[in-house]
């Protein structure tokens, strides 16, 4: 009989990137669905966001910390 340990979720919040939809792996995201990467790879805890886009690869949330705005040059 084999049994299989699960490793746990990356908590809500991990460096201030926060799993906000349902904490998918790459393969598993759909094209509309945040990949914004969260956990530690090394651990085994490594899942991406999966809240909904609008647009682009990521939800508004991890949008605003992935770009900043350029300023106009005065």
Same mark, same amino acid.
């Given at each position: 009989r084999t049994?299989?340990? !699960?490793k746990?979720l990356?908590?809500?919040? %991990?460096? *201030?990137a926060? %799993?906000?939809?349902? *904490?998918? !792996?790459? &393969?598993?995201? *759909?094209?509309? +669905?945040?990949?914004?990467?969260? &956990?530690?790879?090394? +651990? &085994?805890?490594? %899942?991406?966001? #999966?809240?909904?886009? +609008?647009? &682009?690869?990521?939800?508004? +949330?991890?949008?605003?910390?992935?770009?900043?705005k #350029?300023?106009?040059? %005065?």
């Amino acid at each position: 009989r084999t049994t299989t340990t !699960s490793k746990a979720l990356p908590t809500p919040s %991990v460096n *201030g990137a926060r %799993v906000l939809g349902a *904490g998918k !792996s790459l &393969g598993d995201l *759909g094209p509309r +669905e945040c990949k914004w990467p969260v &956990g530690d790879m090394q +651990e &085994g805890t490594l %899942v991406f966001c #999966a809240a909904p886009c +609008e647009c &682009g690869n990521y939800c508004p +949330e991890h949008r605003a910390v992935a770009y900043i705005k #350029a300023k106009r040059a %005065v």
